[in-house]
């Protein structure tokens, strides 16, 4: 299965600092912490963290449409246990099911992605401690909801997460390539990502890329990350630490 992005470089810290007790704005300055720290470690060229993982267990999806009354049917978002990815064919006018994840910065440089139009997500943007109110929408979700029109510089928005919560209004600050987000998915189905200051989680994947010469010395260098995790907070949970390629052998959609 072809994901999009590659499975064979790479490593995946999965951390949770909710699991220690910490708050939410500890929790920001302390992954805001480990991205930075992350970066310095010798031999790394990129790190940013993501809320969900490609071809996991866990998937959370919204309902997306371009800014105005709630189109009936739109859902609020929610994490839930599913093989499915995005359901292109409930898709209805103007509101897309959308693959939502939290990301920091850097993300799509670490899983060597990059931005086609627009920006990334600066640092201010992702670790606010008030919501940002920006967005990173794919290039599936881009063509669906504004066709041959540049989405960067408009708006989408989504339902709030309770019944009578005024909707959540985003503007897009950039767009990157489609992925694949599940065994059943036979394209790129749409993704819309935020902030950890507009949705934020606790539970993250830290992504890293490195200039490593082959896939063993790659992963040799996982014990300098638990290292350099446990420089920035020795009770950070530290959940599982592997090379992509393990992650992908031990996941059976892959």
Partial sequence: ?????????????????????????????IYQRVEDTLRAVPGVKAAGFGSIMPFGEITEERSVQKPG????????????MQLGGGAADKDKANLVDSIATTIGTDYFNALGLGVTRGRDFSASEVFSPTATHVAIVDEVLAGK?????????????????????????LDVVGVVPGLKHSLTDKAAVAHIYTPLSQDFRADVYFHVSTAA???????????RLRQALREV???????RAETRGQYAERNFML
């Fill in 145 to 169: 909801l504004f066709g041959k029109d540049n989405p960067v510089g408009q708006q989408v928005q989504y339902k709030g997460r309770q019944d009578g919560d005024p909707p959540i209004v």
């Fill in 1 to 29: 299965v072809d994901p999009g992005f590659s499975f064979t470089r790479g490593l995946i810290v999965n951390v949770d600092a909710s699991l220690a007790g910490r708050s939410h704005d500890e929790t920001r300055l």
């Fill in 69 to 80: 009354p709630t189109v009936e049917g739109a859902k609020g978002g929610g994490t839930s």
């Fill in 233 to 239: 907070d020795t009770s950070l949970p530290i959940l």
């Fill in 213 to 223: 010469a082959t896939p063993a010395a790659e992963a040799a260098m996982l014990p």
